[in-house]
Each structure stands twice: as structure tokens, then as C-alpha cells.
């Protein structure tokens, strides 16, 4: 593990994964979005693993502190949501809320005769919202919203076509989600589709965030595209989270689909309709880590900024570390 390790002034480039050094099963931890729920304690979601997310604790030298914590989703039925792909964590009204939705994706049927099914098929599972409590025992009691996909899609003319396919023909694939304390929106990161060579963030604002949890206390706001490039293939954002002490939103971005050759990179925004962020151009990740989650915390009081792979691993930055310092405006 010390080979991974990133320090501060360090001469090593390239972020490259720590390994959990556990598996649910046979295959690795497909760690997607994660949240910083409190100093050293951080929360991601296994798109493979719908019924629980997995607290991530943290030693002062950035080592894990213990094994992975299995974090079970009260209050829903079995295989009412798949593939959670995002989650948020933020304070309203004194509440806590923690939002989790899944991919909205098609699911690959199976193939005829050789010929590739670019429309696939839509499960129920696929269609859901959840809005998580954490109760006084940190325990997560959950509400869903069923067919948001679907109103989702009837409301935003920008997903319309793009919902009939196959991710990695452009179809429909949110991977990362948001939020914004200043219109009371859920902020959705597409990964595909790409319009006009941009990413697109898709805003959701609920009426009465503590109404209740139905499609009529939600409308759609106009989308978003972020100054993002597309020199090396189009991107797509893989995962956003806000810093509520800041108001500034990170973002990773990678390749949109597989034909794409874009790289990970890593992003700030301050939240404004123009969609201009900040690149940091000085933090380059290593080919092996797919960075699905980002977010930045505490960790022993001290500052720092913690990403998850699909690969079952993790690393961190120390917010002193001089690749966070270094910035670009991309308007």
C-alpha cells in the first residue's frame, strides 16, 4: 500500500488507487459516488449493491481505519432501485437528507442473431429517486420515487432521444448528482448524452424540499453545459459533489462512451449559469483509476479531498497539496 500512498510535495504525478482489500463478492467493490458524512467518515455507493451503501473511515495518515461498514437502505422493497450511480449528502430546514439515484440507463438485452440491440430495455428499477434520512441512530430510512425516469425525460426535451438507446451508443447514463442550496435543486451529471460537445448538468427543483417526496412537488429547471473541451474525445461527467462550506461543486469528467479516449480530470465549479469551471490541470490520474466519486471532507481536521474508483480502491489529497493550488479558468 505504501507505493500507492500520495504526499504531500510529492515528486509521484500520477494518482493511482489504494486498494479496499476486501470484495462483497467475487468481484471487486464498483465504487461509484461518495459523500464526506462526517470528519474521517466518508459514504459511497456500489453501482452493483442496491440495497446498502459502505462507510469509508479514515486513520489520520489517510489509511483505512477499519474494514468497510455495510450501511443497509431502510424503508423501500427489495430491488426497488438499480444501479445507484449517485449520491448527495446536504443539510435543509435543520434536516439531513442524503439522495441516491440510479442510472436511468438501458439495460442490454440479449443479442440476435449477432446484431447489436442499440435500444435495449427499460426495468422499473432503473426509474428511481431516492430521498435517505439518517436517523438518530444512523440508520438510513429511505423514500422512493417510482417512474421518475420517465417524467424525467417528458420534461426535459434534451434527454428525449437519447433515452431510447444504449449507454455507450449515447444513451441516457447519469453517473453523478448534485445539489444547489441556492435554487433547492438536484443537480444530475450525464455522462451520456454530450450536446454539443459539452457535459450536461440537468437541475431538478423540488417546491417544498420537505413536502412530500412526489413528482408534483418537483419541476425542471433549463439544463446546464459545462466549458468543458472535447480535444480528446467527448466527455462526460462521472462525478459531482458540493462542498457546502465553499459552495463550490467538484467534478470529474472521463470518456463518455467507450469509442472516447478522453482522460480523467478534475474540475471546480462555483455554481454559475454560464457553466465555467476551473481546471486542475497539475492533478493527472493513473490509467488504472476510473475516478467515480470525489468529494472533499476532513480527515482527523485536516483537509482534504477523497476519490473512489469502480476498481475497488480509493486515494486523497491533502488540500495543501500544490496540484490543488494549481488552476485554470475554462470558460
Known sequence: MGDNRLKTNSNLKLIRPIPFGERPGSEPYNASEII?????????CDNNINDALFELRLTKDGDMACPLIKKPINGIEPDAIDDIEGIEFFKIDGRSFLMATSSFSLKQRK???????????????????????????????????????SWLIENTPELREAARYLPDDGGLNVEALSWDPNQHALLFGIRTPVIDGKPLIIRVKAKKFTGPWELDNLEVLPPLKLSIDNEDGDVGIRAMTLDQSSGITLITTGNSTSSSNAPFKLYSWDGNQRGEVRYFNEVKFHKRMKVEGVTRGKISGRGAVVFVDDGGGYQLLWEDDPRLASSTSVK
Open 36 to 44: 464526506a458524512l462526517a470528519d474521517s467518515r466518508f459514504l459511497f
Open 111 to 149: 443479442r440476435l442473431r449477432r446484431k447489436k440491440d442499440k435500444r435495449g430495455k427499460l426495468t422499473p428499477a432503473r426509474e428511481s429517486l431516492l430521498r435517505i434520512v439518517i436517523d438518530e441512530n444512523e440508520e438510513l430510512q429511505a423514500e422512493i420515487i417510482p417512474n421518475f425516469r
